[in-house]
């Protein structure tokens, strides 16, 4: 992934969903969680389409072997939904 703007806020967004996933926000990151979510119906439907996923999943299984792996595993993620949402808006 090449290091643009749209990339750290995917990159940003996928630390949030695995922090969030493993109970791991702090207040602020959750409200940081919340507004995106909140912010657009992409966004919430996204948010709960990972979560659930069995990839995403897999990748929190992995994550205490190799962090940086996991958040980029989930960037990816991110980042094709993304490009595949209707909207193509970048994460807002």
Do not use: C
């Amino acid at each position: 992934m090449k290091p643009t703007m749209e990339n750290n806020m995917i990159k940003r967004k996928a630390e949030l969903i695995l922090k969030f996933m493993r109970d791991g926000l702090t207040g602020i990151e959750q409200i940081e969680l919340d507004n995106w979510v909140n912010d657009a119906g992409e966004n919430r439907a996204l948010f709960e389409k990972l979560i659930e996923s069995g990839q995403l999943k897999q990748a929190l299984a992995d994550y205490a072997g190799n962090r940086y792996k996991t958040w980029e595993q989930i960037a990816t993620l991110i980042a094709k939904e993304q490009h595949n949402s209707p909207a193509s808006n970048p994460l807002n």
